[in-house]
């Protein structure tokens, strides 16, 4: 039996060309926009460090590949027996066998130093300037400013990517899935505690350029910190599977200068008093509903869709539900605190009395409900124990 | 694979009974068994395999397209499922079956009754998966590693989706038993341990390790059961409880499970380079104890995949340490593997294209772990497509590339007929092709920060998924080619000769007609 | 057939079984359970019909499996060899269970070394979780109600030395059956089973105790979870063992096993060891400490 391998091979690697010819050839005409191919340009030492050592040990491993495999493919070439060449006998060596074992490990060695100074870096939370609680929610993520300055801000950030987009009813943004509606804010040059938490399953917060990411676990705080070299804006995504929206939960961080710094919680304290909302007030249907729209689209049609027709059986319709036409304290407390084991959220925790009061009152009186009657934030404040 | 002759005429009481179908269901025969077990992989590679198009579809361009989000965690899920535990492991059984007994001179597995039940139950166990989808609320969309507590508001999927990994552990469970008895047991005199041929070797430790592992697997996708439906806090803070004592469960039985997947595959790996070569295996004696040496060091090294989870510093370092130093023994295997074909006589038939295929990439898949596998880096990149791109690198190119070897090395024994060489090494090439246009580019997408598992991406990362997107059509379309060659060897391929491979000299070569008789070895040979 | 011929010289023939359907069977009824249960789980109706017919086929499979296989081992068609395979086979086994078991005493140890200490944490206590104290056993900071833990002097004691007492009488049984002392052999193993069956017998006291009494529940946090699923599980697989011995005594009474040759009635044993001594461990990290 002869086989014809010369041939072949021949073939394979003049299609192999072509075939990277051709990616090369998508690549460049993609690459009118670079599309990138690295890590991230570092904007914290951290994010330095990382990336000197993933280009280190791609060196080492590179040089070890070529090494390894240039033996392998000298071995194809001159050993073929298809030019004659006869097979040696030797089958083992003691002497070279302790070599290679032992070089591997020297070069781990050698690259487990510096990892090592880096990843206890990272760990050293201690001594913030400024502490932030973020916590991931079904989807979007809340911010609260807990120490230093800006200390009791507090904020949710939902992607503001209009659905049309998604849907390719409408050209695509520069920011596309990366744009949210409020963005996280923090000082050039000071270190930053994040602490992470969710509400409802595991999340997973990143910002690249900070060499940052830590998982958010619901009943857990966790951390992780950074200090910020450049002012923009950078953004990323959440990196833990949370459900249908995972891929349309965006991180935005703005670094800014410390002036800078200092007027956006001025603003941000302003804006909070503007709209503190008096749970004690009276408000009329209309006053609710037209609030209660605006909560229900930021925080409710995610899972119940803006036609309040959810995605059954996953995600129930409010349009015609029983709850929702039934007594309103049994939604007013279903709203306030979930129902545990669902993707259904206790709200209670996210919005303030008034907010829930409106929701519910626009569920209750949107699409084919038709309860008429408003429900006051006195009500829900009743209802919170 | 099917209708293997039995040229021996003897009257036997072990032919009695079934016909027709009913023989497949009945059969107690290691080598009707093996065959089940190929056709069932490869039955679910392309169910596995379509997912994963319909993952790639939607993936070709940003926005949503085809599916909707939840639709498509589905999919993700479910492909990495079936290929892990519908694909790759029985594949691997499938080559134990057929080869131990041939390769160590045993009559049959030992427990062959027991065998036919791990072999039915898969196919039970694949249905409950694929009924998942059609349950209320559609499969579970939880990712193949079911992290708590998503999963606790999945729908009745999630709990077919348990009782699948159940059925799926008892199979393998009882599979592993029945291959470690067979090689403790059942060895014809003289065939010493350390005489074995590597993929026996391979698979003492892998069935191994699946004994030790699948069970913890079940306790933990037990106690996610107990905290959907019985209200325990297991995974639930509230309670007491932690949803990332989960992950460790999950991911001290999940780690040696890439083992698992990886080991026979370096055991086929390890016969077909040297019969290539002309020259014995390079160092079998150090690549047994690599071998054991990996399957050691897989016990301890499980939180590599938790560096985000948020454990103490000395945790993140223990892990880091004791993942990078596997790269030891696995080197010693690339070493020994690359010295046996050094100095050899070397021809490139293609289970050899295959052999060499998967050493070149199942390295490069090594070498992407171990930068994974330092913490401070896998902050950048845990749960972005490069992680993507490394697993395919060692599942695909390491442990598919190696199965197809297995099948093109072993086919011309089974079925004494040849596959047709051309075509063979046509489908290696278009293989080794669209597997890196698919897969390579997702280094650089995970690099730049795409994560994985989402339906839909910014507009930065668009050029490698078109480009990942079309390669994998084209590594899909060439599958159908393998299938055709499987065929045509069955139906019509030239008769093999008794040893169609010169450099190959285990027993199952040397000492069995080809093809192998139905029955074999049923008095034991004696080995010199 | 000579316990000495193991290694040394080759046995000619290996029993190979014949083709035969109880594997599908059990496949099947396996997946009739599996779907049953996902019904009845989520409320659905129909379930327990499948359960119940799942259960009914997998009898009749074992029924006739086992039934098969005893007739093959009274046939004399196992030797030496097979002997051997199924000790391989069955130690193997006992691995994988104590696998099993070591998942769970994993997320007990976790519960206590690991979840509740973090969650009491000063930052979590802040933060989170007002006022939850690192106290064992513990129900965790979201669970209002109050419990009893359970103790272990009273029945878990009892329950300890009742276990230890079958591990004893099982191998006087043993010895009965080496030395052809067919009535020590049945009496010891009819002891045996009333040992373990009193043994369960308590333990259902035990959890009603528990239930009507001490307010803990499988509901109750991660102590609840990790009490009942580890004892709950043990207890299952007492209640396997003895059946099990159940089968062993009934093939005694009919003369089945010879003194060199009955390896049913150890492997049995061996289970019966090894749920033994899981007890012990459970008794000690569950119990008493
Ligand atoms: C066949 C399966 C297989 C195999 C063999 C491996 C092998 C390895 N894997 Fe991989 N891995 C997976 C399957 C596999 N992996 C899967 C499925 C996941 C993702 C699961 C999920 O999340 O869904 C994963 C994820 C994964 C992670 C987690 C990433 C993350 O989620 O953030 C890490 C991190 O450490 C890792 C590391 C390694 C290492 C160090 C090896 C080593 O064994 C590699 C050793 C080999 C070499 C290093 C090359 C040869 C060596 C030499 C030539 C010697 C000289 C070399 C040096 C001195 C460097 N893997
Ligand atoms: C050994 C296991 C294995 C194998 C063989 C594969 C094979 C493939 N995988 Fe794999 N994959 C996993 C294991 C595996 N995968 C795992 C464990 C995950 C993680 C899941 C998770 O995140 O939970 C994953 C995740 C995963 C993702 C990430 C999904 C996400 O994060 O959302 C992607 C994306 O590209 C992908 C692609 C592919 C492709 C294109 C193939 C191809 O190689 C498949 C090729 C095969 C076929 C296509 C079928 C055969 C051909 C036909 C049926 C003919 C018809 C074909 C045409 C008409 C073209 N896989
Ligand atoms: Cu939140 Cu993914
Ligand atoms: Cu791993």
Redesign the interface.
Known sequence: MRFVWPRITVSGLLIAMLAGGAAAAALASGAAEAAPWNLQPAASKIAADIHGLHEYVMLLVTVIFVGVFAFMFWAIYAHRKSTGHKAAHFHENTTIEVIWTVIPLVILVVIAWPVTKTVIAQKNTANPDITVKVTGYQWKWGYDYVKGEGEGISFVSTLSTPRDQIEGRAPKGEHYLLEVDNEMVVPIGKKVRVLTTAADVIHSWWVPVFGAKQDAIPGFIRDLWFKAEKTGTFRSQCVELCGKDHGFMPIVVRVVSADDYTRWVAEQKKISAAIADDPNKSYALDELKARGEKVYAANCVACHQSTGKGVPPAFPALDGSKIVNGPKSVQMALVLNGKPGTAMAAFGTQLNDLELAAVVTFTRNAWGNRAGEAIQPSEVKALRK | MSAVLDDHGHAH??H???GGI??W?????HKDIGTLYLWFSFVMFMVGGVMALVIRAELFE????FV???FF?QMTTMHGLIMVFGAIMPAFVGFANWQIPMMIG???M?????N??SF??L??AA??LV?SFF???GAP???WTM?A??T??M??GM??TI??V??LG?SS?MG???I??TI???R??GMTLMRMPMFVWTWLITAYLL??????L???V??T??D???????F??????????YQ??FW?FGHPEVYIIALPAFGVVSQVIPAF??????????MVSATTGIAILSFIVWAHHMY???M??TG??FF??AT??I??PT??K??NW????????????TPM?FA?GF??LF??GG?SG??LS????D??L???YYVVAHFHYVMVAGALFAAFAGVYFWLPKWIGR?YD??LG??H???T???FN?TFF?QH?AG???M??????????????N??SS?GAFGFGLSQLLFLYIVLKAIRSGERA?QR?WE?ADSIDWTMLPTPAPYHTF???PLIK | MAQTAYSSTPQQHYHVPQPMPWPIMGSAALFLMALGATFVFNDSSGGWISIAFGFMILLYMMFRWFGDVIRESEGGKYGAREDLSFRWGMSWFILSEVMFFFGFFGALFWARVMSVPDLSSLLHNEMLWPGFKDLWPSAGPGFAEKFTPMGAWGVPAINTLLLLSSGITLTYAHWGLVNNQRGKLNLFLFLTIVLGATFLGFQIYEYGHAYSELNLKLTTGVYGSTFFMLTGFHGFHVSLGAIMLTVILIRCLSGHFKSDHHFAFEAVAWYWHFVDVVWLLLFVVVYWL
């Open positions: 009481d072990h009695g009974g079934y009913m023989r269901i009945t059969t107690t025969n940003p926005g949503l397209q909707n989000p939840d965690n045993a009559p049959d030992a427990f062959a009754r027991l036919n039940w039915w139950i196919p039970f249905s409950l009924l349950m209320p609320g969309g939880v990712g992290y507590p998503l606790v508001q729908g009745m709990d077919l009782f699948a159940h059925l008892m469970i592993s038993i029945n470690l008895t403790l047991n059942m014809a005199p004994v030790a592992t699948m069970p913890v079940a306790g933990a037990t106690m059961l107990a959907r439906h019985f209200g325990t806090s297991f639930n803070a509230a309670g007491g409880g932690d949803p990332v004592l460790h469960i001290f070569s002309r020259k014995p295996l390079f160092g079998y004696a150090s985000t989870v948020g103490p510093v993140q370092l880091m340490y990078a130093l790269a030891v080197g010693v690339v070493f690359v010295a046996t074909m050094w100095k050899g006589s070397l021809s490139f038939e294209l060499i050493l070149f390295t490069m070498f171990l930068v330092l913490a401070a880096v902050i950048q845990h749960d972005t040849m060489e051309t090494q046509w290696f090439w278009l080794m092709i669209f246009v580019v650089f690099l730049a920060g994560p994985r598992r989402i339906p839909d991406y910014p507009l930065m990362f668009e050029t490698w078109k480009i079309i000769p169609p450099g049923e008095t034991p």
